[in-house]
Structures are given as C-alpha cells and as structure tokens.
C-alpha cells in the first residue's frame, strides 16, 4: 500500500464504526458506489426516489420538523466517540453544523457543511463534506431508523498533510444521518438520539430550527 494512502486507510476502517457519518453503520445503498475522485461530487445516478413510508406510530410525531447540529453539538458528539475510541490512534475534531429534515411522510432530508480533522499516527487527514442525502425512515416512540438513504447528492472531499487525496474510502462511510439507526427523546424543541459506536454510545443533539 502507497505509504501516503495508508493513514487514510486507518481512518476508513475506523469509520466503519460509523464515527464520520455522525451514526451508527449506514445500510447498504441500493444504488451503485460513485466513481472516487479528490473531490467528489456523487456523479453516480442516483437510485429512484423510493415511496415515502410514514412514522410508525403517532407518538414518534415530536420528530417531524426541521433541525440542526450546530458547532458545540457537533464537538459533543465527536467527544463521545474520541472517549469511545481512545488507544485507537485517532482523534476526530469537527467544524461545522448539519440540518436535518425529517417529513411527516416519512421523507428525510441530511445535509451537513463541515469538515472533520482526523489525527492517525501523526498524520493529519482533512475531510470536507457537504450536500445532501435523502430518504424515508420510520420511528416508534422511542427508536428512529432509515429505511432508504440516497447519498448520491453527498460531496466529499480530502486531504492528507494538505495534499489532495482519493476520498473514495472516506466516502463510502458519510453515508448515513444520525437517524440511520438510534435511540431518541424529544423534549420541546431539543432531538437528542443515542447510537451505538465502538461498543459504546454517542449522543447527538439537535435543536429545532
């Protein structure tokens, strides 16, 4: 392995965990891998818009709306995975926030504008992200997941040292929103969701926008 790809290749089996994608593992896409560039744009196709599926139950109603992840939850979330993660050789520092729409139809809509600064073994990895993915997802009272994600809106870009790097690998794992796969309690105008990373749990919060 090229020398300069390997600390990229660390961090991307890392995030396999789901540490970038700000929640756990996101399924499978059912619509073909984009072809990787340093920049990448998703120039695959995306996949048919797939038919909405509502909430489960009308006690899950408290998550439609629209929200955001701004800087300070953005940190507190990557606080919790670095604790997770400690004596993996890595360090996650982010900058930026998220939104995040979810539809009464059950329709949601992920678009983050941050970058993450992975620190592995001394080598700096500086991943940008931006765009959207969408899908639908289904809750019940107290548990949300995504039952489609399309991330061919997704756009990602990195760096290594200040080098532009192949984000293919990286990409691959900013496939899920925070609702891929999470606990949830909605108290007033404040999402708080729990997903399960490296045998621990990470917390994100999001207040309504």
């Given amino acids: 392995m090229n020398r300069r790809l390997a600390p990229l290749a660390v961090a991307a089996a890392l995030l396999t965990a789901g540490t970038l994608a700000l929640s756990a593992c996101a399924p499978e896409e059912s619509s073909p891998t984009p ?16 038919s909405a599926t509502p909430s489960a139950t009308p006690d899950a109603s408290c998550l439609v709306g629209d929200w955001t992840m701004g ?6 979330f990557y606080d919790d995975v670095n604790s997770l993660m400690a004596g993996a050789g890595v360090n996650f520092t982010p900058e930026g926030s998220a939104n995040l729409t979810l539809g009464a139809d059950g329709t949601f809509v992920w678009a983050p504008a941050a970058t993450v600064t992975a620190a592995v073994s001394g ?20 548990h949300v997941s995504t039952a ?8 990602v870009s990195a760096t290594i040292d200040g080098t532009p790097t192949d984000a293919g690998a990286v990409s691959e794992e900013i496939a899920g929103a925070p609702v891929t796969d999470a606990s949830y309690t909605c108290s007033g ?18 207040h309504r926008r």
Avoid: H, K, M
């Fill in 71 to 76: 800087q300070e939850e953005l940190v507190g």
């Fill in 148 to 155: 489609t994600q399309n991330t061919a809106g997704l756009q």
């Fill in 189 to 206: 105008d404040t999402l708080t969701l729990e997903s399960a990373i490296a045998g621990g749990t990470a917390t994100s919060v999001l």
């Fill in 123 to 142: 080598t700096t990895i500086l991943i940008t992200f931006g765009g959207q993915i969408d899908g639908t997802y289904t809750a019940t009272a107290d």
């Fill in 35 to 50: 072809t990787a560039t340093s920049t990448r744009t998703g120039s695959a196709s995306a996949s048919a818009t797939p």
